[in-house]
């Protein structure tokens, strides 16, 4: 599968985006679909995830309670609306797919090329 996102840009602290990942290619259904994001000079970390094939989802400790992830099948599509938006979740976010019958925290087998989203005033 390959995988598009758009949604990032710039916000103030306490502002939100909603970003999108969009899935071409079939099986969406049966794909974990997780957002990772990295800061300049931190490493790569996974922020949330939805499991497709029994809707679980996973959220960093740092982001509960103010990300939510969603997923559409009908569209194919993958969303992360972001809340109450801080300076350290300054990055760059990537979308990517993990294999069915894993499920997520596992290695992503396909990844976007990842929209920056900057909290600035």
């Known amino acids: 599968v390959q995988l598009k996102e758009s949604g990032g840009g710039l916000v103030q602290p306490g502002g939100s985006l909603k970003l999108s990942c969009v899935v071409s290619?079939?099986?969406?259904?049966?794909?974990?679909i997780g957002w990772f994001r990295q800061a300049p000079g931190k490493v790569r970390e996974e922020v949330s995830c939805?499991?497709?094939?029994?809707?679980?989802?996973y959220y960093l400790p740092s982001v509960k309670g103010r990300f939510t992830i969603t997923s559409d099948k009908a569209e194919n599509t993958a969303h992360l609306e972001m809340n109450n938006l801080r300076s350290e979740d300054t990055a760059i976010y990537y979308c990517?797919?993990?294999?069915?019958?894993?499920?997520?925290?596992?290695?992503?087998?396909?990844w976007g090329r990842g929209t920056q989203v900057t909290v600035s005033a």
């Open positions: 990517a797919a993990i294999t069915p019958g894993y499920g997520c925290g596992y290695a992503p087998e396909s």
């Open positions: 290619g079939s099986g969406f259904e049966d794909y974990a």
């Open positions: 939805v499991d497709n094939a029994d809707s679980s989802t």
